[in-house]
């Protein structure tokens, strides 16, 4: 064992404790190795772009981005700083009308100025979020049935197969007709445009998510039934003490699978039907074809990029936080 | 059954009266008759093993009982009342341990006992019974772990745990330790012996081991090849509780009994095919075999 | 770029001080106060649209109590049904837009205009490779330099050749009822090019039977991409997507609207009748707040124009670069790259009674709509006035006028004299053609043309 320590204390790194230098060569692994592939990314980046001339200008390269998401933070803070003033005149305004119409009963309006990039990203992460959770919160019930019943299973299991192909965007047209039929108020709770995106991305979310619960409560292992009917459970905490945890993996798989279209298909649905949102903003811009449009859209797609990565790592962290089956969570 | 019964157990009334069952499986080639007229009273505080070859349908038995599995004639008695359905009154310890991986040890015996004492038993009554079932075990250093954080063997501890926690009239083993390894098994064995010391159980197993039948029986129930298994023969085990593995290995009585299970097993029901394990093929070819004959 | 940044700060600055300081509410009681306050307004990303960004800009919305959210449309026909459906409370239209809809040509509903937006503001652009082979066959200036106005006539050699060689000429307007659709029409018609006709009775609305060039639709901003990917050899589209065929160096622009009809009438403020009927507080209050912005925008001769060309400029707005805007904006055009030229009336937003929907104007629109076939039979010159007074209401936008007026908002002498006009102007010549128009004689004019249909003629 002494020996050992000599030897190693002899040279450089080497001499450090092992430990040191096994996470020193995790770190050349993971760190140095990727930010590596990155640079490498950037570089072929800014050589293509220097070389694709579009007639709104050069294609963007990686400081044009950079460039352009700096502008699009600063028209956010103006716009801010507009929509503080617009509520300071509104209320100034408010005020006086009171004094003249006593009966006016003074109500803030929202600001009406333009959404900025960042509130449209925050337009397009509440939607996918919302349209999700509703999928979920019908999928994973009817999940567990149809995964229950065979009977019920063998039942729906055509119309799902046939149902689940179908992009979701063919469904828009629908959706947008259907909504603007059954959802008439005079003082809506959330705007139609809304519920037609989140209408779409339920849609794309709930066939992953069906099959996905479906097929994990059908796989339960038939020794976990036998406890349960061993124990005589009654079969609501069957369900929620067996068969939902068994399945909890397999939903995290659909779960995980559907937010990635969810967001990729949300975005094209964005720019279909001129939604608010990111697809939205990448749309208009296109259609300013201003010279600083295609740096705009590069700067929102890069942002599209990462927000469904950061939506995928959510998942999976979720998942590994509620799920007991490690191995189901580890890509 | 042509055995008399040995004095001490006359008392003791027949608590599980297994009568004269037949248990027929559907398959897609026809039906399939696993078990013909099974006929076997049990009574209190006896500890039964059945033995057979694979396929004979040991475990078709146990799952009779359990109500797992739907007798096509005849039925089970417990303590003078027909069941039909499975309940924690008897309690089952299966093969593979059959842990509920999400939770921990103490959860999983928790999930038994809130179930039969819940309306019962105070919630601290709950905590102490199901920490009293776990040292039962010797499972208390390790009740908060997940099943994947513990060995087999200790796996199958807290399995015979829950069991025991539901408190059941009979105790059902299928195979409880097919699965583990022989030094595990030994040391499983000796605690299973000690809680029937202790507790006085009812308890049924299924094994396809010898020695493991002879050392903690009172009787040895031996089925004959299926298809259409039943009852061959069974065997009294005339040995005093406790009983000491080392000092048995010598013991006339043991060896006598343990020869008489090999006989059974090796002449008069024999089988072509080596026993071993319980695998997937072997049992698939003894079901081949079975509906040949 | 920090040009433009600083540019863009100014100018929400300036705008911030602006509002706060001027506040209308002081006046707003004697004209009753909006029943509905809340609004959203649609508009397409074209120049032409700045009276209701300024409107919004500048705070006249909030000077009469409105909350407007102004949003971009993908097309024509959704905007249209936008404001049909409700989704939208009123929009920058194109004239042709609320008459072809009460007449049921395309969906139908009753929208009524109270504001016109705008003169002129259109041009005809072409292809690279077409203005070249046209250039042989255009009068020259002493100094080299094509002589304007272009008349067709100097294209109907290519797209003879175009006929000849099998090619379909094709060419893009933004919507079959629009301006653009007519002017093109207008000019290639008066240049001997048949633009085709409609004969929606048989169900035929491509517009191209009869046809030499092939006109098609084409939403405005995608005007210059398709041009560039060859689907079209020629567009008519409003600013800035004219200029911006210029900078990307894809077209050539070869005559503005101005010159084929001068200070012809161009979009127009749509909403519903029902709207109109149900919150008239709210339609007089947004029509003033438009007149006001109209009036900011011709003020001091165009002063306010660089100012204006940076709002649009704004992605939610046209988005367009700043010196694209600028080109027609502040009243030059570029033709040819480096050929520029002053036109100062190429955008015209309050002079010449600009913003006043004239009867006449709506006229217009439906002899060209008889001339081309959307009206698919003879309809007598009391229909045409008759339709006219159901679309165009002047005393909707006379009633704001006169209010601005009473507040000392606005110049009398710049409108029209309420009391004694009657909605028709003096009957104009100054067309490329030459052809004299009268409103009160539809019928006769639709007669006049030596290409389109006439009285008693039908498809």
Redesign the interface.
């Known amino acids: 064992m002494g020996k050992t320590i000599t030897l190693s204390r002899a040279t450089g790194v080497s001499s450090l404790p092992a430990p040191v230098r096994r996470v020193m060569s995790i770190g050349l692994k993971n760190v140095v190795v990727p930010l590596l592939g990155i640079v490498l990314f950037l570089g072929a980046w800014s050589l293509a772009a220097r070389n694709i001339d579009t ?2 200008g050069q294609f963007p390269g990686p400081a044009t981005v950079a ?1 352009q998401f700096v ?1 699009l933070y ?2 956010h803070r ?1 716009e801010r ?2 929509a503080e ?1 617009f509520y ?3 209320e ?2 408010n005020a ?2 009171v004094a ?2 006593p009966s ?1 009963e003074p109500k803030i ?1 929202d600001y ?4 900025t990039f960042f509130d449209q990203v925050r337009t397009s992460l509440i939607t996918v979020m919302c349209g999700f959770l509703l999928a979920a919160l019908v999928a994973i019930p009817f999940g567990i049935a149809i995964g229950l019943s065979e009977t019920l299973y063998t039942a729906v299991n055509p119309v799902i197969q046939v149902l689940k192909p179908i992009s979701p965007l063919a469904w828009l047209p629908l959706v947008t007709m259907v909504v ?1 039929a059954l959802y008439v108020s005079e003082d809506p709770l959330v705007p ?1 445009s809304f519920l037609n995106s989140m209408i779409t991305v339920t849609l794309c979310c709930l066939w992953p998510m069906l099959i996905n619960t479906a097929v994990g409560v059908a796989s339960i ?1 038939q ?2 039934v ?2 349960s ?5 009654p079969p609501l ?1 069957h369900v929620r ?2 068969v939902l ?2 399945a ?1 993996p397999a939903i995290f798989t659909g779960m995980r699978l559907s937010i990635g279209i969810a967001w990729m298909v949300l975005i094209a649905a964005e720019m279909l039907a ?1 939604n608010p949102g990111l697809g939205k903003f990448v ?11 295609l740096g ?1 859209i590069l700067t929102a797609a890069i942002v599209i990029g990462f927000i469904g990565f950061l939506l995928d790592r959510g998942m999976l962290t979720l998942q590994r936080f509620v799920s ?3 191995n189901s969570a580890t890509r | 059954m042509n055995n008399p019964t040995p004095d001490r157990d006359v008392a003791r009334d027949v608590i599980l009266d297994i009568s004269h069952i037949d248990v027929v499986f559907p398959t897609p080639k026809g039906s399939f008759q696993a078990l013909a007229d099974v006929d076997l009273q049990i009574r209190q505080g006896e500890f039964i093993s059945i033995i057979g070859h694979s396929g004979c349908g040991k475990s078709t038995v146990l799952n009779a009982v ?3 599995t739907e007798t096509a004639r005849g039925g089970v008695i417990l303590n003078g009342r027909e069941v039909d ?4 009154e ?3 310890v ?1 093969q ?1 341990h ?1 842990l ?3 939770l921990t040890a103490f959860e999983n015996v928790a ?2 006992v809130r ?2 004492f819940g309306k019962t038993k105070s919630k601290a009554k709950q905590k102490e019974w199901i920490e009293h079932n776990l040292r039962l075990v010797h499972m208390d250093h390790a009740m908060h772990k ?1 099943p ?1 954080e513990i060995s087999g063997g200790m796996k199958q501890r807290v399995g015979i745990a829950r069991a025991l926690a ?1 408190q059941p009239d009979i105790l059902l083993l299928d195979e409880p330790f097919g699965a583990l390894d022989a030094l595990t098994r030994s040391s499983l064995q000796d605690s299973l012996m000690e809680i029937k010391a202790e507790l006085d159980n009812t308890v049924i197993m299924v094994t396809h081991d010898v020695d493991e039948a002879v050392l903690l029986s009172d009787r040895i129930v031996m089925m004959t090849n299926g298809p259409a298994a039943t009852v061959g023969e069974i065997l009294d085990v005339p040995l005093p509780h406790p009983r000491e593995r080392m000092a048995l290995v010598e013991d006339p009585t043991y060896v006598h009994c343990r020869s008489e299970v090999l006989r059974f097993l090796y002449e008069k029901q024999r089988k072509v095919e080596a026993i071993g394990r319980h695998n997937g093929k072997s049992a698939a070819r003894a079901g081949d075999d079975a509906k040949v004959a | ?1 920090e040009a433009i ?1 600083n540019g ?2 100014a100018v ?1 600055l300036a ?2 001080t602006t ?2 300081v001027g ?1 209308g ?2 006046r ?2 004697s004209l009753g ?1 909006p029943e509905k ?2 609004l959203t307004f649609g508009f397409i ?1 074209l120049t032409d649209m700045a009276p209701i960004a300024i409107a ?1 800009e500048k ?1 006249y919305f ?1 000077d009469e ?1 409105l ?4 949003e ?3 097309n024509w026909k ?1 905007l249209l049904d936008g404001v049909i ?1 409700g ?1 939208l409370d009123g929009a920058h239209m194109l004239a042709g837009q609320p008459l072809a809809a009460t007449i049921g040509f395309g969906t139908e509903a009753h929208i009524i205009t109270p504001f016109s937006m705008d003169l002129n503001g259109n041009g005809i652009t072409v292809s690279n490779a077409v203005w070249d082979a046209m250039k042989p066959h255009v009068p020259k200036r002493a100094d080299g330099k094509p002589e304007h106005p272009i008349s067709a006539a100097a294209l109907k050699p290519v797209v003879e050749q175009y006929r000849a060689e099998g090619k379909p000429f094709n060419m893009g307007m933004v919507f079959p009822v629009s301006t653009h659709n007519y002017e093109l029409r207008y000019w290639l018609a008066a240049g001997g090019i048949h633009p085709g006709y409609y004969a929606p009775h048989k169900g035929d609305i491509s517009g191209q039977l009869q046809a030499e060039a092939l006109l098609s639709v084409t939403p405005p ?2 005007m ?2 398709t041009l ?1 990917a060859g689907t079209i050899y020629g567009y008519c589209v409003g600013e800035p997507w004219n200029q ?1 065929a210029v900078f ?3 077209g050539v622009p070869v005559i503005t609207d101005y010159e084929i009809w001068k200070n012809n009438p161009e979009k127009v403020f749509g909403i519903t009748a029902e709207f109109a009927e149900k919150y008239p507080n709210t339609t007089l209050r947004l029509t003033r707040a438009l007149i006001r912005a109209a009036m900011w925008l011709d003020e001091n001769d165009n002063a306010n124009r660089p100012e204006a060309v940076q709002i649009l ?4 707005y ?4 700043a010196e ?1 805007i600028a080109n027609s904006m502040t009243g030059t055009f570029e033709y040819e790259k480096g050929d520029r030229r002053e036109v100062p009336d190429f955008n015209v937003f309050f002079r010449y009674f600009a913003t006043y929907p004239y009867y006449s104007d709506a006229v217009w629109y439906l002899t060209q709509m008889r001339r081309w076939g959307q009206i698919d039979e003879d309809r007598p010159d009391s229909w045409y006035r008759e339709v006219a007074e159901k679309v165009y209401r002047p005393d909707l936008y006379a009633a704001a006028a006169k209010s601005l007026v009473d507040e000392g908002l606005a110049d009398a002498a710049d409108f029209p004299e309420f009391g004694t006009e009657d909605g028709y102007r003096e009957p104009q010549s100054e067309f490329i053609d030459g052809v004299t128009y009268d409103g009160t004689q539809p019928n006769a004019y639709i007669d006049s043309f030596p290409i389109g249909l006439k009285t008693g003629d039908r498809l």
């Open positions: 007639s709104l460039q502008s600063d028209e103006a700083e507009k003033a300071e005149r509104q100034q305004r006086e009308r003249q119409d006016y309006r009406t100025g333009k959404e603007s139609k292992s020794d976990l036998n406890v009917r061993v124990l005589s459970l905490t003490r067996i945890p068994a909890v001129q749309w208009d811009e296109f259609q300013n074809g201003s010279s600083e449009s705009r007991w089956d490690r | 359990a109500g797992l359905r499975p309940g924690p008897r309690a089952m299966f593979n059959s509920l991986p999400w999930l038994a179930q039969v997940r994947d539901m | 770029m940044r863009f700060m929400v705008i911030t509002m706060t506040s509410s002081a707003a009681e106060w306050e809340e990303k919004y705070g909030e109590g909350y407007v959210t102004i971009a449309q993908a959704v459906d989704r901003p995608q210059p991409a560039e911006q990307k160096g894809i400029s704004q992605s939610q046209v988005g367009a670069d694209v």
